[in-house]
């Protein structure tokens, strides 16, 4: 590896190389360098990280090692790691993932599981996920409710494109219908569905440059910029919801931080919800708001 060039050549094992990559990312500021070491390096071997512990003196071939150091270059470049692996784990199933469709992440699952509760009690229950992406809360949803059908809108074709692709490696392509749009423009207003759910774009504009370069460099902006106070996308969507929602259906939004308040008083304004709930994400932090119509 071009970064380890003067490292002996006993170190060109699992041991050696996790030891340097670690150091190297430590020096480049990385935040969990030793973790990121491990993941990249069992993504080359096409092995799980569990095998590298158990094989920690097995050489480390030249053409891996080349495989290898090219991921880690990437990585060095603040490149995702799901960019580079090709994956993301989020509610126990492994998404593919590709540039220009915001990349899954565990604080969304907090709204994945509010809305299999509510979902829980329905005997057929109907979803509209805007702004699909991955299709990672679609997805997960299908998975965990064999009865459910869903729809899932996008502006992106990429994301769409993705979304399909994960659909059938799960098994629920035939229950969730996917739309290219933008919110609910070519969906016909009617009280179809029993939950309207949507991880939308809320950071406020100003503050995304701020953000870690695997953002800030690396995620699609139109996934992310909510407009001045952040709030504009979900403004719109509270605008239309209670057109598509049946009688005592549910908004369900997840929320940036600080925003939960606010949100509710915009579904209670924009969508004449009677009742709002706030929920924390694994980390205690309020995550998603829900409200009743």
């Known amino acids: 590896m071009a ?6 050549r006993r170190n060109w ?5 996790l030891e340097w990559t670690t150091q190297y990312f430590a020096e480049k500021g990385l935040g969990a360098p030793r973790l990121d070491a491990e993941v990249l390096l069992a993504h080359v071997l096409g092995k799980d990280r569990l095998y590298l512990y158990l094989n920690l003196e097995r050489p480390v071939t030249p053409s891996e090692r080349a495989d290898y150091r090219a991921a880690v270059l990437r990585r060095a470049r603040r490149e995702p790691i799901a960019l580079i692996t090709g994956e993301k784990e989020f509610w126990s199933f492994s998404f593919a993932v590709a540039p220009g469709v ?3 992440r565990p604080d969304t699952e907090a709204l994945v599981e509010r809305v299999i509760e509510k979902m829980a009690g329905l005997a057929r229950p109907r979803f509209l996920e805007i702004g699909v992406g991955s299709g990672a809360i679609s997805i997960s949803l299908l998975r965990e409710n064999q009865h459910a059908l869903g ?11 993705l979304a399909r692709q994960n659909a059938m490696r799960a098994g629920v392509s035939s ?7 933008d919110l609910f423009s070519a969906l016909r207003p009617g009280r179809y569905f029993h939950i309207v759910c949507s991880n939308p774009p809320y950071i406020p504009t100003r503050d995304i440059s701020a953000l870690e370069p695997e953002i800030s460099s690396f995620e699609p902006i139109a996934a992310l910029d909510g407009g001045k106070d952040g709030l504009s996308v979900i403004r719109r969507i509270a605008r239309a919801a209670s057109e598509f929602l049946a009688p005592g259906g549910f908004i369900a939004l997840e929320v940036g931080d600080h925003q939960a308040q606010d949100v509710a008083g ?3 304004q924009y969508s004449g919800c009677r009742e709002t709930m706030v929920y924390k994400d694994l980390a205690g932090k309020d995550r998603v708001v829900m409200g009743s119509v």
């Open 102 to 104: 915001l990349i899954p």
């Open 266 to 268: 915009i579904l209670e």
């Open 3 to 8: 970064q380890h060039r003067d490292a002996p």
């Open 151 to 161: 729809v899932g809108t996008d502006i992106s074709t990429a994301a769409l494109h």
């Open 13 to 17: 094992t699992v041991k050696g190389l």
């Open 175 to 181: 229950r969730l219908d996917l739309v290219a749009c």
